[in-house]
Nanobody, 114 residues
Framework: QVQLVESGGGLVQSGGSLRLSCAPS????????MGWYRQAPGKQRELVAT???????NYADSVKGRFIISRDNAKKTVYLQMNSLKPEDTAVYYC????????WGQGTQVTVSS
């Protein structure tokens, strides 16, 4: 069982930046895909960005050019640098990982004030 631990959420003004981090607790061999999803109030959970261990990225159109996903394979940690934040980016952000099954973090709140 993989447990993902997120950090870095908070409150920021529109146009500001935040950086999210996520790492698995305990010992695990590898996580081929890691990434981030988000869920705003009253909406379905949606993809933000994913990154494979070989460097393939996938971004939601709404965050392209503003968010950057990266990972440290040695630490099995994934990061999400969020720039030029907008109020519509307000959501709970969930860390995601895949290794033979889908794994989710507990979520971290990101609030962008106008």
């Amino acid at each position: 069982q993989v447990q993902l631990v997120e950090s870095g959420g908070g409150l920021v003004q529109s146009g500001g930046s935040l950086r999210l981090s996520c790492a698995p607790s305990g010992s695990i061999f590898s996580l081929p895909t890691m990434g981030w999803y988000r869920q705003a109030p009253g909406k379905q959970r949606e993809l933000v960005a994913t990154l494979t261990s070989t460097g393939n990225t996938n971004y939601a159109d709404s965050v392209k050019g503003r968010f950057i996903i990266s990972r440290d394979n040695a630490k099995k940690t994934v990061y999400l640098q969020m720039n030029s934040l907008k109020p519509e980016d307000t959501a709970v952000y969930y860390c995601y990982a895949w290794r033979n099954a889908n794994y989710w973090g507990q979520g971290t709140q990101v609030t962008v004030s106008s």
